[in-house]
Nanobody, 124 residues
Framework: QVQLVESGGGLVQAGGSLRLSCAAS????????MGWFRQAPGKEREFVAAISWSGGITYYADSVKGRFTISRDNAKNTVYLQMNSLKPEDTAVYYC?????????????????WGQGTQVTVSS
């Protein structure tokens, strides 16, 4: 069983930055592909970023490319999402997810383990 706990959300002005963290339980974290997704009010959950088990492969949604960076520290069982140049449209609950087999994916259906989410609010 994998447990994921996100932190780092909050309220920030447009143009500001936040760093989200996701701490994972489990002895095999270094084998997991990890993803970040978000869900804004009234909208479906959408892909934000994903990273392979080694950190060598990353994927980004077009809407965040060049502004967000996903990274991981396998020694700390933690994955990060550095968010810069934030926009009001980035406002959402952000979830991290773990995929214990296979490669990183942009599809939420391939992630069986999810955190509880952390709220990010960007004011204009």
């Amino acid at each position: 069983q994998v447990q994921l706990v996100e932190s780092g959300g909050g309220l920030v002005q447009a143009g500001g930055s936040l760093r989200l963290s996701c701490a994972a339980s489990g002895r095999a974290f270094s084998n997991y592909a990890m993803g970040w997704f978000r869900q804004a009010p009234g909208k479906e959950r959408e892909f934000v970023a994903a990273i392979s088990w080694s950190g060598g492969i990353t994927y980004y949604a077009d809407s965040v490319k060049g502004r967000f960076t996903i990274s991981r520290d396998n020694a700390k069982n933690t994955v990060y999402l550095q968010m810069n140049s934030l926009k009001p449209e980035d406002t959402a609950v952000y979830y991290c997810a773990a995929k214990i087999t296979g490669s990183a994916s942009i599809s939420d259906h391939e992630y069986p383990y999810w955190g509880q989410g952390t709220q990010v609010t960007v004011s204009s």
